[in-house]
């Protein structure tokens, strides 16, 4: 069975520093990783994703995340962050499906951004 | 936007009635899926669907029913609602091995 890590519940960080939210995941086939961003009170807006290629992937509003194979993780990065960056982001997986099917989706629990000024 | 509307947005009810929360998508996917997210938990499937009347179970389908009588319309039924179905819902499609999300439905049993 697959799952996903968010290894920090909470960052907090100041106004223009860089950020690192941690996501490691564990499944015994391949996977597509997914980092979606929720701002408060609304729905999940898809930050990026990896589905195959370049292990660097680059997302909206300045985040990127690598995907490493040998240590299962899919870390989120942004080099400066804003206060407009605060929200709760979540690391998804999902198996390739079979015979056609859409595999599902597994979340990890979250992890709140708290920029400071 | 992947033309997901869900209604009602927010919704208050007591203790023991049915509840039906809907789902509607404007693009013909194939594949919905009903979510409940909780303070941390994240996001935990409830029910899928891959085609008109095809839906499965997800992991928290205990106390729900879904049905998918047509292609852009996919219900989610609480039976007889209880307190810990209080949660916020969120429907989404899948479109290119991607999931989109809805905006949601805040659910209050009272």
């Known amino acids: 069975a697959q799952s996903v890590t968010q290894l920090d519940s909470q960052v907090p960080v100041f106004e223009e520093a860089p950020v690192e939210l941690r996501c490691n995941y564990s499944?015994?086939?391949?996977?597509?990783l997914f980092w979606y961003v929720q701002y408060p009170n609304q729905g999940l807006q898809l930050l990026l994703k990896y589905l195959s290629g370049s292990t660097l992937v680059k997302g909206i509003n300045g985040f990127e995340a690598e995907f490493n194979k040998s240590q299962t993780s899919f870390h989120l990065r942004k080099p400066s962050v804003h206060i407009s960056d605060t929200a709760e982001y979540f690391c998804?997986?999902?198996?390739?499906?079979?015979?056609?099917?859409?595999?599902?989706?597994?979340f990890g629990k979250g992890t709140k951004l708290s920029v400071k000024p | 936007d992947a033309g997901i509307t869900q209604s009602p947005r927010h919704k208050v009810t007591e203790t023991g009635t049915p509840v039906t929360l809907r789902c509607h998508q404007t693009?013909?996917?194939?594949?919905m899926y009903w979510y409940r997210q909780d303070p941390g938990h994240g996001l935990r499937l409830i029910h899928y669907?891959?085609?008109?009347?095809?839906?499965d179970k997800g992991e928290v389908s205990d106390g729900y029913s879904v049905s998918r009588s047509k292609t852009e319309d996919f219900l989610l039924t609480l039976e007889s609602a209880t307190s810990s179905q209080t949660s916020v819902y969120f429907c989404?499609?899948?479109?290119?091995?991607?999931?989109?999300f809805g905006p949601g439905t805040r659910l209050l049993v009272l």
């Open positions: 669907s891959y085609g008109v009347k095809d839906t």
């Open positions: 499944s015994s086939v391949s996977v597509y």
């Open positions: 693009e013909n996917h194939r594949y």
């Open positions: 989404a499609i899948s479109s290119s091995e991607t999931q989109y």
């Open positions: 998804a997986v999902s198996d390739l499906g079979y015979g056609g099917s859409q595999g599902n989706l597994i």
